[in-house]
């Protein structure tokens, strides 16, 4: 797939199909985003590629952020209340979720160049999978059980969760896909 098409395919997908993806597509989708650029080349992302069983105890410690969404009815509004707990329960029962941690950094500067660079390769990602056919949702709503998924996975004490990108072939319900302004440049000769 030619790059703009596959810029302008990529919405985040909440619905996936039960199909496993076979290891061959997870390793280039991961080699696909430890080649974005990074500050200073720091390359400080760390992928949790979960599947199977680990897969089913990441979804059950992200459904404990349902007790949260609360604090987002504003946001979110009360009538989709229930769909972002079953989403969030769920996640869309992707086959694959993929956890993206960093090391923390206590400076502003660092942890800015940290969290850039990670968003730059999670891009990449979400590129190459819809290249791949796949669909994916990065979702930063993992932040508030962190703690608990760090400890599954073992992740080390220095790192942080940024996000967790569920993974899999898309199911049948349509990407919500937003609209996505168009102005937002400003050119200046
Ligand atoms: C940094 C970041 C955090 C996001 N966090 C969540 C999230 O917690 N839950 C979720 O359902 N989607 C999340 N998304 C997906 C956005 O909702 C989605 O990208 C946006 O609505 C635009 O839709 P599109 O991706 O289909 O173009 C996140 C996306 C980004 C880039």
Redesign the pocket.
Known sequence: MELYEAIEKR??V?SFKPDELSREVLERLVRAASLAPSAMNEQPWHFYVTTGETRAQVGEVMSQTTTHLEEYVDLIGPERHAEAVR?YSELGNAPVVIVCAMPKADDPFGRLNKQLSVGTAIQNLLLAATAEGLGA?????AFWVRDEMAGLLGIPDDDEIV?IIALGYPGDEA????P?KADVATFLD
């Not at 949702?137 to 709503?141: A, K, P, V």
């Open positions: 919405h985040s909440r989403w949702c990065s979702i930063t709503f996000t990407p919500a896909a937003p996505h």
